[in-house]
C-alpha cells in the first residue's frame, strides 16, 4: 500500500514519463521535418521507451490497490536551434528526470516502503543508462560535425545507435 504522500509522488512520475515521451515525439518530428530521417527514428523509438517506463509506473500503482492518475500534461517544445540543440535538450531533461527519480526514491527510502523502494530501483539504472546513452550522441553530433555531408553522416551514425541498455529484463510492475 503507498502512503497518499507517496502516491502523489508516483502520480506525478507519471505525468514526467508521460511529457518526456511526448517532448521525444515532438523532436522526432522536427527532425523529419528538417530532414533528418535517422534522428526522427531514434527519437520516436526513445518516445515510445518513455511511455513503457510511464506504464511500469501506471502499473505499480494499480497493483497496490492505490489509483493511478493521469494529470494534465504541458505542451512539448517544438522549436529548436539545431541538431545539438535537441540533444542538449534531451540531456538535460533527463538530468531533470535523474533528480525527479532521486527524490522520489528518497521518499520511500523515508518512508521505509521497501517495496516501492525495490521497484524503483529499474529506474535508478535506467536513469544512469540514458544520461550516458544522450551524453554518447551529443559527442557523436561534436565529433561528426553538422556541416555539408557531416549532417547527412551524422544522421545516418544517430539511425544506429542503439537504445539505452535497459534493465527491461525486469518485470514491469512490481520490480525486481
Ligand atoms: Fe528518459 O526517462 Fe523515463 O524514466
Redesign the pocket.
Given at each position: 500500500m503507498l502512503s497518499d504522500a507517496l502516491l502523489t509522488k508516483f502520480n506525478e512520475q507519471i505525468g514526467i514519463?508521460f511529457e518526456?515521451s511526448n517532448l521525444y515525439l515532438q523532436m522526432s518530428s522536427w527532425c523529419g521535418f528538417n530532414g533528418l530521417d535517422g534522428c526522427a527514428a531514434f527519437l520516436r523509438e526513445h518516445s515510445a521507451?518513455?511511455m513503457d517506463?510511464m506504464f511500469r509506473l501506471f502499473d505499480y500503482v494499480n497493483e497496490t490497490g492505490a489509483k493511478a492518475l493521469i494529470p494534465a500534461l504541458s505542451r512539448p517544445r517544438s522549436e529548436f536551434e539545431s541538431i545539438r540543440d535537441v540533444f542538449e535538450t534531451t540531456y538535460k531533461h533527463?538530468q531533470f528526470?535523474t533528480g525527479k527519480?532521486n527524490e522520489l526514491v528518497h521518499a520511500a527510502f523515508t518512508e521505509h516502503d521497501y517495496s516501492a523502494f525495490n521497484f524503483l530501483q529499474w529506474?535508478v539504472a535506467?536513469?544512469h543508462e540514458?544520461e550516458a546513452l544522450f551524453k554518447k550522441v551529443i559527442d557523436l553530433v561534436d565529433m561528426v560535425g553538422t556541416d555539408g555531408q557531416g549532417l547527412f553522416y551524422l544522421d545516418r551514425e544517430i539511425s544506429k545507435v542503439q537504445g539505452s541498455a535497459s534493465p527491461s529484463d525486469a518485470p514491469p510492475g512490481g520490480g525486481a
Open positions: 514519463e518526456s521507451e518513455e517506463h533527463e528526470v527519480i529506474y535506467e536513469q540514458e
